[in-house]
């Protein structure tokens, strides 16, 4: 019996899976917060969680490990990264400054080298090693990492190819190439691709190694694979090399997973197309799948500012979970989300000091804007403070103090929210407040942490909304259940090209609200009053996981008229889904007419070839890509590998009263498809030239 490992860090819970791989059956799972400051310490707790669970088997039978992980998404999103030196042959500095573009370079290390190539392939100017040589010497100490980029070098990448042996000869570090990660055209997209993959090297090697060192320690020696933003999986050495590939990896993973229980549960799953909703503590994510697999953005995935080149998973991604901050507007209205906060019945369950504070505040409510919150000391400063900011974190030292008594206490009053807000941006404090996970157990929903600290937010909450607790907390449960039907609407429509803006289309939010509310009046309301009865029917169904998703999704596919499937295990259907992926390696090759109407230009991995016939190119392709595909899954970490070719010409008719077209170029895709091995770990290397 070979046992599978399955691990996710997500933004709120590290959930870990046992599974019996042959079978994909789920046998036995667990959970533990995650440890933003040290992700490994939340995965071991969560390994050792689930080999305590009955029925577990003895670590040393664990023959695969798999990692989901937030870090790559969230180092982007918050700026973080290693020091890196992006290099850029062939382009045009002047260019780049006269057209905004320096901003989207992410580093401020920028060399520019003589160099590159044109549309064709042809170099358009000798490389420039000396200059090259000097840099890198130049930066010796000072960067831990480097990313080469070169103009049209999707075209021909062997100045990327010189320059990255030439940096690896000299330095040893980590050098990424734009060829390596895209096919694409697009120079300023490629070269931000590039440095945000070079900033993550060492990041994501960290990681790797901290777990590597977790799971020794467990007696557990199983090779280690980590989840594509595509789902599929990718050894660990590999990912450490291309780390922009893991962006978007745990709602890729959240998708596969979905898919993968509901066909172990018995789902009639035949028609291959269904809508994964992941309800986590933090957001709310929306994959399309077909027969088993998630689409794919082929704009390239967007991460925070960042458009990137990486083929990830199109998923719609609202701040909307069980732990999305619940609080009473100044019109005695609830907000839910987009912020997280700690919920207040975890706060009080690791510091029950704060309930005597609690009950104070629920007898005689503070202000609104300050009711039932609390903040926590955050991450170390990596800046100066301000002598304001300083005196906040001292008062945070000592452990959590309430927002209504910091304000009161502060000189600045209500302008220290301001403050208060900048801090917790930058993770400098953490918050807690009421959530939809505390109105659960309030209601008795959920008895996970203490109960009373619930209560008692939801009673001070409920004397602003001018209503009793207990409906306050039906609101909040309503609230998200339709938030999650709006944010599913919105993914349907924006894949059909219809991009919604309900701000801007008052008629259609109108419409949109008629259909959710339809059986439902909100405690403060009459409901809605129009002749108009509306409908909305979403064709296909429903798979919702996450550990939140039996208490909200229920109400969101009756809003929508369609059939839900919540599966066994569905709370970690992330886990799951790493555990489960398969490795998928894919490349493009181009074939393209040069100037003189009669040679044809093929466009490989690694250097150009040119043909006088279109059928001799793409066998010729053929001939070369299958080797190459079935080396670069076997470096992926893949067994049992299928290498699949497909073309599409692309024609333009020359004239309309001709019958025949003008050949622009053929497109040919290879994907390398196999299975995870379980075979020992053995060093990467680089792919055979």
Known sequence: MTIALGIDTGGTYTDAVLIEYELGQVLCSAKALTTRRDLSVGIGEAIDA?????????????????????????????????????????????LIQRYGFEDQLVTDDVVYLAGGHDAHGDEAAPLDEAALLDAVRARQGRVEAFGVSGYFGVRNPAHELRAQELIHEL????????????????????????????????LLRELIQNLRHTLAQRSI?????????DG?????????????????????ASAVGAWHLACQAGEDLSDGALWSVDVGGTTTDIASLRNGRPGLNPEGAQVGRWRTMVEAVDVHTVGLGGDSHVRVTTDHKLAIGPRRVVPLSLLAQQHPEVIEDLRIQAVDPPRAEVAAQFLQAGRQAQRSLTEAETVILERLASGPISLAALVQQSRYGMLELRRIERLANERLIVQSGFTPTDALHALGGLELWNVEAARLGAQTLATHCQCAAESLCQDVIEGVSRRAARALVSKVLTDEARVPNWEGEPTAALLLEQALSKGYVPSDEQGLCSELACT???????????????????RTAEMLHTRLVIPPHAEVANAVGAAVGGVVQRQRVLITPLEDGKTLRLHLPHGVRDFRGLEEAVAYAHNQM????????????????????????????????????????????????????????????????
């Not at 599929?232 to 890729?252: D, F, K, N, Y």
């Open 232 to 252: 599929s999986l990718v050894r660990a050495e590999w990912a450490m090399l291309r780390p922009i590939e893991t962006i978007l990896s745990g709602p890729a």
């Open 171 to 202: 330095t040893g570090l980590p050098v990424t190439c734009g060829h390596e990660l895209t096919t694409r055209l697009n120079s300023v997209r490629r070269a931000t691709t590039v440095a945000l993959n070079a900033r993550l090297v060492p």
């Open 626 to 689: 299958v080797p190459w595909m079935e080396s670069l899954a076997r470096q992926a970490g893949a067994v049992q590998i299928e290498v699949h070719m497909e073309r599409s010409d692309a024609k333009l008719r020359d004239h309309v009263d001709r019958q025949d077209k003008l050949y622009l170029d053929t497109e040919l895709t290879f994907t390398a498809v196999g299975r995870p091995s379980p075979a020992v770990r053995e060093e990467i290397g680089q792919v055979s030239k």
């Open 536 to 554: 909305l029917v979403l064709r296909r169904p429903v798979v919702a996981i996450g550990a939140p998703a039996h208490a909200y999704m229920p």
């Open 50 to 94: 689930v080999l305590r669970q009955r029925g577990a088997p003895d670590p040393s039978e664990v023959r695969l490990a798999a990692l989901s992980t937030t870090l790559a998404t969230n180092a982007i999103v918050e700026g973080q990264g290693s020091p890196a030196c992006l290099v850029l042959i062939g382009y045009d500095p002047d």
């Open 221 to 229: 020696a199983a090779p280690l694979m980590v989840v594509k933003g």
